[in-house]
Each structure stands twice: as C-alpha cells, then as structure tokens.
C-alpha cells in the first residue's frame, strides 16, 4: 500500500512533538536525487549489503506494493549498487522508491524510471556479484536508525523516517 506524499517541511512544523520523542526523525542530507519521481513515500524495508547487488535484484524482483526499500551499502564510493536495470525492474514492480546508502550508475536511465532513488551518488564501475548481505535487519543511515516496518517520505527538502505512516 502506498502512502500518500507529504511535504516533508510542513510535516516536520506540524508534529515537533513526534521529532522530541523520536518518532519521526530526519535524515541528514547526504543524498542525491535520481529518478523520474521526486517525491515518494511508503512502508519500509531494509537490506544491508556491501558492494555487492544479487540480493538487491532479488528484493526488486517481488511486488514493490508500493513500497521504499532502504539500502545500506556501507557508504561504498567504489562501485554502483544500483543500476538501469534493476531501477527498471523496481518500476515494473510497483516499487515507490529506493534509498542507497551508496553509489548508483546509468543515471539517465533512472532518472526515466518512474520509481523515486535517492543515493550518495553515481559510479560507472558495477558490483559484485557474491549474494552477501543481509534481509530486514535494522540499518543506520546518514545518522538515523531505520526499522522494517517504519515509513519513509521522501522529496526535494529531505528524508523523514517514521515509526508509524503519518495521515495528512
């Protein structure tokens, strides 16, 4: 089920009392934008890996239904994760959006996907191929803790992560 996008702005002005006990907290912003949605929202699901994107095709080969799949790649620099292909792939399979905690390639390609991914950046060398990682285990990025379960909203001001899907 896919959320409604929120202006994650007014969302932070309107639930201070939800960013004081912890609920909803704001990424920091270390992310570049990509892809043809810019604003995306949904429930979250995790996967850590490093420099390696067997299990990120695997995850993006189940129905997305609507949701945003964080991935902690460790901060890698040195290689994409992420590609054309699988951004494809997550389009096709109702995927809201994907936030790397890494690098991206095939930039023009993504960004004709209609699937919102937010990255550190862009590298033109691929991953490896080994399958190591680790499913729907809780990961911190850009300075905040984020659970399986939890909801992302995601737009040109920033990432918010909350514990409960916020109605508008």
Not at 39 to 61: I, M, S
Not at 107 to 130: F, T
Not at 160 to 168: A, D, K, N, P, R
């Amino acid at each position: 089920m896919a959320a409604l996008p929120l202006a994650t702005a007014e969302v932070c002005d309107a639930n201070l009392h939800l960013i004081t006990n912890g609920e909803l907290r704001a990424l920091q912003p270390v992310f570049q934008m990509y892809g043809g949605r810019r604003v995306f929202a949904g429930p979250v699901v995790t996967l850590k890996l490093f420099e390696d994107n067997v299990l990120l095709r695997e995850f993006l080969e189940e129905k997305g239904q609507g949701r945003v799949l964080v991935l902690d790649g460790g901060g890698s620099l040195r290689c994409a994760v992420l590609g054309g292909n699988l951004a494809q792939l997550a389009q096709n399979n109702g995927w809201a959006g994907i936030v790397v905690n890494g690098c991206i390639r095939d930039v023009d390609e993504i960004n004709g996907c209609d699937v919102g991914v937010r990255a550190l950046g862009s590298h033109p060398m691929k991953s490896n191929k080994k399958g190591v990682g680790e499913r729907h285990v809780p990961v911190t990025i850009a300075g905040t803790r984020i659970s399986a379960g939890e909801w992302l909203y995601a737009d040109a001001d920033g990432i918010l992560v909350s514990t409960t899907e916020l109605i508008v």
